[in-house]
């Protein structure tokens, strides 16, 4: 009998240890920066790059679906700034502004018409697919939904473990002083 209860206790704290194991998914992307470190809008470059980081994390701690499932979510768009990610293959697997791009080959969007001529022929995604490790920031008009102009638009695309993660914001247009 005293064998039974000190297995029985020993299996109770089992249980419990391995339950308050458990990781708790981010609520926020920004959650997995230290909020000291956490860049703003009012430097959009930097934002950008901490959004992507952002996504890079979880997908270190959650994997490609935990990240996808997060990205492909309208909830979290933030603004003109939103995650989208393709496989090692280049084939979209999150981009929540246009879920018709899941399955799709990043590197078959094209620039926009009156972008075409200052660019060598190949498409607007081939250019972003050449992100490496390192990183690669890339300008070209995209039509902008708040404006409803084709404005330029600047993005960072980053390679980690063969997937892409990007994300972009709008040039604020300066407008010449009179």
């Known amino acids: 009998m005293k ?54 994390d979880l997908y270190k701690t959650g994997g490609v679906d935990a990240v996808a499932a997060y990205h492909n979510d309208p909830a979290n768009i933030d603004g003109q700034w939103y995650v989208f990610i393709t496989d090692k293959d280049d084939i979209f697997v999150a981009h929540a502004p ?44 995209w039509p902008n939904p708040e404006s409803g102009a084709n404005e330029q638009k600047r993005t960072w695309a980053i390679r980690y473990d063969g997937y892409l993660f990007g994300s972009g914001y709008y040039v604020p247009i300066v407008k010449d002083s009179e």
């Open 3 to 56: 064998n039974f209860l000190i297995m029985l206790l020993m299996l109770g704290f089992a249980a419990i240890s391995i339950t308050g194991c458990e990781k708790k998914m981010v609520d926020s992307m920004m959650d997995v920066a230290k909020p000291s470190e956490t860049p703003t809008k009012d430097n959009p470059e930097a934002y950008t790059v901490a959004l992507v980081q952002a996504a890079i």
């Open 98 to 141: 246009r879920p018709d791009l899941i399955g799709t080959d990043l590197k078959d969007v094209k620039w926009i018409a009156e972008d075409v001529e200052r660019h060598d022929g190949s498409t607007l995604g081939a250019k972003i697919a050449q992100a490496t490790e390192a990183g690669l920031w890339i300008e070209y008009l």
